[in-house]
């Protein structure tokens, strides 16, 4: 996987995410992913802090964690599970974050993604999804 390396991430995060204490979760997924490049863990640890960044970080934290998220499923196909079991998290916010990332997501994966998302019993959801399908469908409308 394509990084510039442990050290230049995590300065990239800290100074994007408004200092160490604010990106703390950012910094706990780039330190996860180095360490699986480095076979220091597993793929499940990095499963995990980007499900944490994901549903517990602010705006620009979980919009990371989906990126890195993104990054790793190029090279692990498996994870694309984390984005099926996100879309069945209870809080609507959530799986709203899910839907930010339909755009970026491998083409059956999308689809299938959207196909959930698009019924979510969150009108706000619903609506977001449907908009970035929209997108995709119909980039000429957005140019």
């Known amino acids: 996987m394509f990084t510039f390396g442990r050290v230049k991430e995590v300065e990239v995060a800290v100074r994007r995410h408004g200092g160490p204490e604010k990106a703390a979760m950012v910094v706990d997924v780039v330190s996860a992913v180095h360490d699986l490049i480095e076979n220091k863990a597993d793929l499940s640890d990095v499963e995990a802090k980007i499900k ?61 993604i959207y196909d959930l998302l698009k019924d979510d019993p969150s009108k706000r959801v619903r609506e977001h999804a449907e908009g970035k399908w929209d997108f995709i469908q119909h980039p000429e409308k957005y140019g």
């Open 52 to 112: 944490t960044a994901l549903i517990e970080g602010r705006r620009d934290v979980w919009d990371a964690a989906g990126t890195w998220l993104l990054k790793l499923q190029k090279d692990y196909p498996a994870v694309e599970y984390v984005w099926f079991e996100l879309i069945k998290h209870p809080k609507a916010e959530v799986r709203y974050r899910v839907a930010s990332h339909i755009i970026d997501l491998p083409a059956v994966t999308r689809e299938k």
